[in-house]
């Protein structure tokens, strides 16, 4: 079928015992995703043609991941940790090992930042935030973002021609953008702007002459469109701005009508309202 080739999946096959096996059919990246009834389908037809017999199902797991997700925005004060902070890899979905390894520098600032002694609620989770998007941290993101977009415009044979380029690299080079992230292994092949651009140019030339035409053609509308891939592979657009050093939440009071209306219906009592009295005698001397 045209959706088997425009929107392609694959299985992994885990055995468990002699005669129990796990089965998985998945979409790698998508938008708009696969749908579970598809997987199921695609699975089903997959087996048939390999006289798969399946004479027991132990266990049905439906699964959907949200690659990526937006980082945090400047200038908020909730302070997000693993998936709601966008630690999710753009193009592989790795997650748990990316959670853990950011959750030891965030663990970190937010004790320094509740023993200081001038607690400022707009810097503190800024810099908290800061720990774990670093502004290499974004470009490796960045970086990954723009390979999880490429993906998503292949289709079955796009994809085959990727990965056979992807796992002709080094172990390590292939493994750390897996992961992707500072602290795991093999990252070093991935952080910092020199690393992904010899990692992209190694890349470039384990691939099928058409995968590479769609990949340069992918980099030049990218490189026209935003900065984001050219601060990850080069020196020369600069750095995405720091989360401690962005002036957002400066005067980011939200909306302070609707937090008095707010405050005032909670309380209610006879204390606000005679400092509401004061104030406005207060203002009419002024």
């Not at 999946?9 to 598809?38: C, K, R």
């Not at 890349?203 to 050219?230: N, R």
Request: aromatic share 10%.
């Amino acid at each position: 079928e045209k959706s088997v080739v425009d929107d392609p999946t694959f299985n992994y096959v885990m055995p468990l015992s002699d005669d129990v096996i796990f089965f998985e059919e998945t979409s790698l990246v998508a938008n708009p995703a696969v749908s579970f009834q598809d997987c199921k389908d695609r699975l089903t037809a997959r087996l048939a043609s390999q006289n798969v017999e399946i004479t027991e199902i132990l266990e049905e797991e439906f699964c959907y991941i949200p690659m990526g997700g937006e980082v945090p925005r400047k200038g908020q004060r909730i302070v997000p940790i693993g998936a709601a902070a966008g630690i999710v890899h753009p193009s592989t979905g790795y997650q748990v090992g990316r959670c853990l390894s950011s959750n030891i520098d965030v663990c970190e600032q937010i004790v320094k930042e509740l023993e200081a002694d001038d607690f400022d609620p707009d810097m503190a989770a800024a810099r908290i935030i800061g720990r774990t998007w670093t502004p290499d941290a974004v470009c490796q993101r960045n970086f990954a973002v723009f390979g999880g977009d490429f993906l998503m415009k292949q289709n079955v044979n796009g994809l085959k021609g990727f990965f056979s380029g992807f796992f002709k690299l080094d172990l390590g080079m292939w493994a750390g953008f897996l992961a992707g992230w500072k602290n795991l292994p093999n990252n070093e092949y991935h952080e910092g702007w020199l690393p992904r651009m010899v990692f992209g140019i190694t890349f470039l030339t384990k691939l099928p002459p058409a995968v590479v035409f769609d990949f340069v053609t992918s980099i030049a509308g990218y490189t026209f469109t935003t900065l984001d891939l050219m601060q990850s592979v080069t020196p020369f657009a600069g750095e995405p701005e720091a989360f401690d050093e962005s002036s957002t939440f400066r005067g980011n009071n939200g909306d302070a009508a609707a937090k008095k209306e707010a405050m005032d219906m909670m309380c209610g009592c006879d204390r606000c309202d005679d400092d509401d009295e004061a104030t406005k005698e207060v203002e009419t001397a002024e």
